[in-house]
């Protein structure tokens, strides 16, 4: 099976930083990859599809890149609405369904 | 607009089985274009694929968990279900009901991400 392993489990940050959260497979997902974020509380959102596709709605301060087996969600601008929790998924794999442990983004 | 809406028992007893359903609203319950899942999330900690179910009838499943799920769909009632079976208190979790998207089916593997969630519903297994 493959493993889904984030970095850092958790990382504290100022509004207006740029932060990237990684996302690293344990074999190759080519560019089968998500991203979630869920807010305390709340249900996860869609933020990026295909590694690097924006879904609808989505902010363009949110950039997902990588292929293979390392990927990465880079926020370019830290808004205090982006305090949350992130999670990566492969979708290459028959199911879909792998999602890594999170990596929760804190407010400095 | 697209809505699903968990509901069930929010408290069962181990061993006994957790029976959710998951209201479709919105959209067909049947298309070729997408699918329907169950994740869940223990309090805490992080997200746990429990199943899927496709256009097609097939299921599958968490291996973890394949010997006691059962997903299934009502199309006349718009509903997708969730059986669990012989649960015990590490099966407490909040429990999501999701739509699975397809972006692209042009590649070697249809390109999909669980697109629309439900608000979820907590489920307590204790005595």
């Known amino acids: 099976d493959i493993q889904m392993t984030q970095s850092p489990s958790s990382l504290s940050a100022s509004v207006g930083e740029r932060v990237t959260i990684t996302c690293r497979a344990s074999e190759t997902v080519n560019h089968y990859l998500n991203w979630y974020q869920q807010k305390v509380g709340k249900a996860p959102k869609l933020l990026v599809y295909?590694?690097?596709s924006l879904q609808s709605g989505v902010p363009s301060r949110f950039v997902g890149s990588g292929s293979g087996t390392q990927f990465t969600l880079t926020i370019t601008s830290l808004l205090p609405e982006d305090f949350a929790t992130y999670y990566c998924?492969?979708?290459?794999?028959?199911?879909?369904?792998?999602f890594g442990q999170g990596t929760k983004l804190e407010i400095k | 607009q697209l809505q699903l809406q968990e509901s069930g028992p929010g408290l069962v007893k181990p061993s006994e089985t957790l029976s959710l359903t998951c209201f479709v609203s919105g959209v067909s319950i049947r298309s070729d274009t997408y699918y329907w899942g169950w994740i869940r999330q223990p309090p805490g900690k992080g997200l746990e694929w429990i199943g899927n179910i496709y256009y097609s009838g097939k299921n599958y499943y968490n291996p973890s968990l394949k010997s006691r799920v059962t997903i299934s769909v009502d199309t006349s009632k718009k509903q997708v279900s969730l059986k669990l079976n012989s649960v015990t208190v590490a099966d407490t979790a909040v429990y999501y009901c999701?739509?699975?998207?397809?972006?692209?089916?042009?590649?070697?593997?249809?390109?999909?991400?669980?697109?629309?969630w439900g608000q979820g519903t907590m489920v307590t297994v204790s005595s």
């Open positions: 999701v739509r699975g998207f397809y972006f692209d089916t042009s590649g070697l593997y249809p390109l999909s991400a669980f697109d629309v």
């Open positions: 295909a590694a690097s």
């Open positions: 998924q492969e979708t290459y794999t028959t199911p879909p369904g792998t």
